[in-house]
């Protein structure tokens, strides 16, 4: 769909029409549910934060005022509300850490058998990376999971999350080096 569908369909939606947003909806629930994935754990929470994310549209919707394309208007909003879900859950998210099974160390995946799945391998290499990211500052993680994990520029991060460029750079770095420090510590020392 191009930006003057998408233009077409939000004067409709502004004007009442609840098809129309639907259809916008449809169209963005995809990159919605992506985003938002990164941020949830499991399917019940990611389906009520992508909830969440329309919902806002919908209601902020007369306030969009169409100098940007719909889609990076929606976006920030998908961005936005998932920094507000990390802070809401972010202390819940900490006694989970403190609770759950240990984290499998780097060597778990050296000494596994030689016909390991690939798929497993990616499987267990992403749950450390979510434990660690779980870890971080919720900015912190924000930043690196756009920069990152979604492969955005700086310049799309600073517009989505409202902050400066330099900020989103420092962030970034810093949840990186943190990352860094908290993967080293997964390994034993003698």
């Known amino acids: ?17 609840d098809d129309a947003f639907a259809r916008l909806a449809s169209q963005y629930r995809g ?3 992506a985003t938002a994935s ?11 934060l992508v909830q969440d994310i329309f919902i806002r549209a919908w209601k902020g919707l007369g306030k969009f005022r169409e100098d940007a394309p719909f889609e990076h208007w929606i976006m920030r909003i998908a961005i936005r509300t998932c920094y507000d879900f ?18 499998p160390d780097r060597e778990s995946f050296a000494t596994g ?22 870890q971080l500052g919720e900015k912190d993680r924000v930043a690196v999971t756009l920069i990152d994990l979604e492969q955005r520029s700086v310049k799309e991060a ?5 902050w400066s460029e330099s900020n989103v750079k ?12 908290l993967y080293r510590n ?5």
């Open 86 to 103: 990390l802070r809401r859950h972010r202390r819940r998210r900490e006694l989970e850490i403190l609770s759950d099974d240990p984290i």
């Open 158 to 162: 600073a517009a989505l999350t409202g």
């Open 1 to 17: 769909m191009s930006a003057s569908d998408d233009s077409e369909l939000v004067q409709r939606a502004k004007a009442g029409d």
């Open 113 to 134: 058998p030689a016909n390991e799945d690939e798929e497993l391998r990616r499987r267990e290499a992403w749950e450390i990376v979510q434990r660690l990211l779980e």
């Open 186 to 190: 997964l390994t034993p020392r003698d």
């Open 170 to 181: 420092v962030r970034a770095f810093r949840a990186r080096k943190r990352m860094q420090e």
């Open 31 to 33: 990159r919605i549910t």
């Open 38 to 48: 990164r941020y949830a754990r499991g399917r019940p929470e990611l389906e009520d």
